[in-house]
């Protein structure tokens, strides 16, 4: 077997989706989508940095990042639901090539039922931690030329209504505002701003128990490929868009849904 040319060598190690020398943050890192994107990030190359409130379940994202390239990564306890954790957060951190913000909760209710404390909760976890972070992070310039923040929003209030879900759809819809305003605005300093949309996703947030195995059922029948989505489906494409391979891209929103807006 003939042995590889230093040029066949450079091709076939050649990714544009490599996060190789990169730094970057993920929030909402201790399950679900934030935990899947944080390893899959490690896995890209990248050195990580990981928050959330729970320190068990933070703990156990951390022991499955990847170190095979000899990145070292970093885990830091906040909660961004308020300012003072955010405050926190950002004096603890490097200068980022990257920011992935993940941190969400659902709470249903009719509207006729919302109420301020329920709402405030969503509000401030959905948009105003996510809002405050990306403030702050570029306040204290921890942002670094060329970054680019991804923000893990929603199909739901942005481009479909569920019933019971107005709270989440309010939340995702400004956060999806806010990305877009923050953009226009960074573009000129060369910092990306984008949002990543899934529709259903099998997280924790599915196996808590508020949906029955029959509702289960009936959603994924709306989905044209024939399944709810995988946090691997949608760390990809947050890992996509904290690559150079979307260096051309800021203000998007990336549909992630396997179809469901089709129908």
Not at 4 to 18: A, D, E, G, L
Not at 35 to 61: D, F, P, W, Y
Not at 231 to 259: C, F, K, N
Request: glycine content about 10%; charged content about 20%; hydrophobic content about 40%.
């Amino acid at each position: 077997m003939k042995s590889r040319t230093k040029k066949q060598i450079k091709y076939m190690s050649y990714n544009p989706f490599s996060l190789e020398g990169k730094t970057v943050l993920v929030t909402g890192a201790s399950s679900g989508i934030g935990r899947t994107t944080a390893i899959e990030c490690s896995k890209m190359g990248a050195s990580v940095i990981i928050t959330a409130r729970n320190e068990e379940r933070l703990q156990a994202t951390m022991d499955s990042l990847d170190t095979n390239g000899g990145q070292t990564h970093q885990m830091v306890l906040a909660d961004l639901s308020s300012e003072e954790g955010v405050n926190a957060l950002v004096d603890e951190l490097p200068h980022l090539d990257g920011v992935s913000l993940n941190a969400g909760i659902v709470k249903t209710l009719p509207v006729k039922f919302i109420n301020k404390d329920d709402l405030t909760e969503v509000l401030n976890v959905n948009m105003l931690g996510p809002i405050l972070l990306a403030q702050r992070l570029l306040k204290k310039k921890k942002i670094t030329r060329g970054s680019s923040v991804v923000f893990t929003s929603s199909i739901g209030g942005v481009m479909i209504s569920t019933v019971g879900n107005t709270m989440y759809g309010v939340s995702k819809g400004g956060l999806n505002a806010f990305m877009k305003g923050m953009a226009l605005e960074m573009a000129s300093i060369g910092i990306r701003s984008n949002s990543v949309n899934p529709g259903f996703v099998a997280t924790n947030i599915l196996s808590a128990g508020t949906i029955s195995e029959e509702d289960l059922k009936k959603n994924v029948s709306a989905y044209p490929l024939g399944r709810f989505g995988k946090p691997e489906d949608i760390a990809h494409a947050i890992i996509y868009l904290l690559s150079d391979a979307s260096s051309w891209v800021t203000g998007h929103t990336l549909v992630v849904d396997g179809g469901v807006i089709l129908r």
